[in-house]
């Protein structure tokens, strides 16, 4: 009995020592390869809100006195730039509180072992720990607006060295600005918070071209405002001599603008090439000449100072129309030889698929270049058109919804065109047409005729600040260049 009794213990002793070893080694295991969390049921592995980009802190665990964001490893030069807060305004341009803007904390949550990512950031902490999030893929064109106190980005009363008075909204007799004050939040991810010394700092000794029509001119000027956060900059040259950039004899404006932050030598310009193709005119003597519309050629403004630029931003769309055709005397040829009767529809369609396939085609020559194409901004004229009385008077933000989920783009012909491509695509049409709210519509600093409203144009600050907040993400996340 009494040996009986001794086994047993024996027995039990064992055991809680076998336990005791096996705890150990796994303790030490997952202190050593701290992977094994990934065995764990999905309900018991660690989840973490991470910020979608390397460097970024997560959230619920301690800050480490040696975790950075990246671009803070970078020359301190970029200290002197420009505060990247920016501020709020009353209704002509003064500062409401005198605060700076909150940064934004992530809220979304990416499970360990997501398969929809594209490359994984790692944080360490104290204690030897390490932990792998995903960083998800983003679809920036599916979301919703949210309100937001934090924008605008830039006061549209006081940014008039860089915006055209006609889109300064803030100079006009318009009295509603809730316009301004939201901001997109795509689903299921964060795009990374925007900031004017961010984006200098990563653009540092670098060009970015804006190459497009009005549209593109209109985001060229709101990033323009972004970056300089609405002040006046004296650190900035206007460099637009360097591209032949200058007004003609005669002429309304110069063909675009160039200009660079010296500090970091950074260039942000735009050129009008309202439909993305090559324009000669027939006749250079004659002041009407006739002007022969290349369709399957790049505009020779690209081609030219294609070596120069780190980042292109190409959009056309919305003169695509006889009227435009007929004001501008183009005529369209296609293998250098004039084609009249192609349609409209057949026209902007081949010159959008040449324009991205010979840009795709440069791109293995130019391997620290970043192309973008910018799909189309839509229009909201109701009852009419921009010259048969068609107005947008509406002035009740996010009256059309607030909410993208749809898969495919708003802006087919452009999607299709870049598919397949190393084109990078900015899809801004479907979370631009619930904004119905932000045109230019009936307000102007002069008066216009009762027949013509602006459904076209926005305001500024307004919906070109996203596409340009979206544009600053995809770049973040394209890496460095």
């Known amino acids: 009995m009494k040996g009986s009794i001794l086994g047993l213990r024996a027995t039990k002793l064992s055991f809680i020592l076998i336990t005791l070893v096996c705890t150990m080694f796994l303790i030490w295991g997952w202190d050593k390869t701290p992977y094994l969390v990934s065995l764990l049921p999905q309900s018991q592995s660690l989840k973490f809100t991470p910020e979608i980009f390397i460097g970024s802190p997560v959230k619920g665990i301690p800050p480490d006195s040696n975790m950075k964001d990246a671009d803070n490893n970078r020359s301190n030069s970029a200290k002197n730039e420009t505060s990247d807060k920016h501020e709020g305004y009353d209704e002509k341009g003064n500062r409401e509180d005198g605060k700076n803007s909150k940064e934004k904390v992530s809220d979304a949550s990416v499970p360990v072992g997501s398969a929809n990512t594209s490359s994984v950031v790692t944080w360490k902490r104290k204690g030897n720990f390490s932990s792998q999030v995903n ?74 071209a804006f190459i497009g029509d009005s549209l593109g001119r209109q985001q060229f000027q709101s990033l323009m405002c972004m970056v300089s956060g609405g002040r006046v900059r004296n650190d900035v040259n206007d460099v637009g001599w360097e591209y032949g950039l200058v007004k003609a004899r005669g002429a309304v404006r110069p063909d675009g603008w160039a200009y660079r932050f ?112 910018r799909s189309l901004s839509p229009r909201h004229f109701f009852n009419g058109d921009w010259n048969t009385g068609g107005s947008c008077d509406n002035t009740n933000p996010l009256s059309k919804g607030k909410e993208v989920l749809k898969e495919e783009s708003g802006d087919l012909i452009s999607a299709m065109a870049v598919k397949g491509t190393n084109i990078t695509f900015l899809d801004i049409t479907a979370l631009s047409e619930l904004r119905d709210e932000g045109h230019l519509s009936r307000y102007t600093i002069r008066p216009r005729q009762a027949s013509g409203q602006d459904c076209l144009h926005w305001c500024l600050p307004g919906v070109p600040d996203t596409w340009n907040e979206i544009l600053f993400a995809k770049l973040s996340a394209l890496g460095r260049f």
Request: hydrophobic share 30%; glycine share 6%; aromatic share 12%.
């Open 262 to 373: 010296t500090r970091t030598n950074t260039t942000i310009l735009f050129y009008w090439s309202a439909c993305l193709c090559d324009l000669q005119p027939l006749h250079p003597s004659k002041r009407n000449s006739e002007v022969a519309m290349h369709l399957d050629r790049p505009p020779a403004f690209l081609k030219q100072y294609l070596d120069r630029f780190n980042v292109i931003v190409l959009n056309t769309g919305h003169h695509w129309n006889r009227g435009k055709f007929d004001g501008n005397h183009w005529v369209m040829h296609v293998g250098g030889v004039p084609t009249p009767n192609k349609s409209m529809v057949d026209a902007k369609n081949l010159t959008i698929h040449s324009i991205v396939k010979w840009v795709d085609s440069q791109l293995p020559e130019h391997p620290k270049l970043r192309a973008f194409y």
């Open 135 to 208: 960083k998800q893929t983003c679809d920036y064109g599916k979301g919703n607006w949210v309100a937001d106190d934090d924008r605008p980005f830039y006061s549209g009363g006081r940014c008039l060295q860089w915006l055209s008075e006609m889109w300064a909204c803030r100079l006009t007799d318009r009295t509603d600005f809730s316009y301004e004050k939201f901001r997109w939040q795509p689903k299921d991810c964060e795009m990374e918070e925007y900031s004017g010394k961010k984006f200098l700092r990563r653009m540092r000794n670098k060009t970015l």
